[in-house]
């Protein structure tokens, strides 16, 4: 379960984004608007970890976020920025990609199909799940091994960025391509598709294949 709490959050997180986004190559500009995310756990508890589903000049991006409390050692040009949150402090927020606690995640996601994770909140004294602005299918299977070794830090090209481990590539598309929803996905070693309101049609967002 991940625990939303209901904060304020200074400056928030689309605010991060919109300051971030246009520094990226594969952002073609325009005013981003969240459309849906989704999340996954960190079995340690200490790291958030958040994809966020955004359009802008009628494209749709994905931007994977992780939330951790202190900075992370020799990431420091993967800072997304600082935010201030009115119950946790100060939240060091990184493009999640060159974050080990997300690729482990995103690997069990995709190889194991690992869920994404149910969120709760506190409403007025009593435990609320709360509805899903994103889902996530895996064509995985539970009993798949996951690699051993360390991800090594993020490759991006051409809108995708790549993550190297013990034989295996995660790929995690920046841009998504809404024209190639429904169609499979074959040749890849498992792979992760999405939908959210308006969008139907699982829509391709990772996969993971031989390196």
């Given amino acids: 379960m991940g625990i939303v709490y209901a904060a304020e959050l ?3 997180k689309i605010e991060l984004m919109a300051a971030w986004l246009p520094k990226q ?6 005013e981003p608007v969240r459309l849906g995310s989704f999340r996954f756990d960190d079995p340690a508890g200490e790291v958030g970890i958040e994809t966020h ?3 802008a000049g009628g494209r749709v991006y994905q931007v994977p976020l992780t939330y951790r409390g202190a900075p992370l050692e020799g990431a420091g040009e993967f800072l997304v920025g ?5 119950v946790l402090g100060r939240r060091w927020v990184y493009d999640a990609t060159a974050d080990p606690v997300y690729t482990a995640e995103l690997a069990a996601a995709l190889l194991a199909a690992k869920p ?6 506190e409403v007025d004294g009593r435990i609320e799940t709360l509805p899903h602005t994103a889902r996530i299918f895996s064509t995985g299977t539970p009993d798949a091994g996951l690699p051993d070794a360390r991800f090594g830090l993020p490759a991006t090209a051409a809108g995708i960025t790549r993550i190297q481990a013990d034989g295996v590539v995660l790929a995690v598309l920046r841009v998504l391509e809404l024209a ?3 169609q499979d996905d074959a040749g890849y070693l498992a792979a992760l598709t999405a939908t959210w309101s308006g969008q139907e049609s699982p829509v391709l967002v990772a996969t993971a294949a031989h390196a």
């Fill in 116 to 121: 994404q994770v149910e969120e709760i909140q």
């Fill in 180 to 182: 190639r929803a429904g």
């Fill in 82 to 86: 600082t935010l201030e949150h009115s």
């Fill in 53 to 55: 589903l955004v359009g």
């Fill in 25 to 30: 190559e594969w952002f073609d500009g325009g």
């Fill in 10 to 12: 200074r400056p928030s």
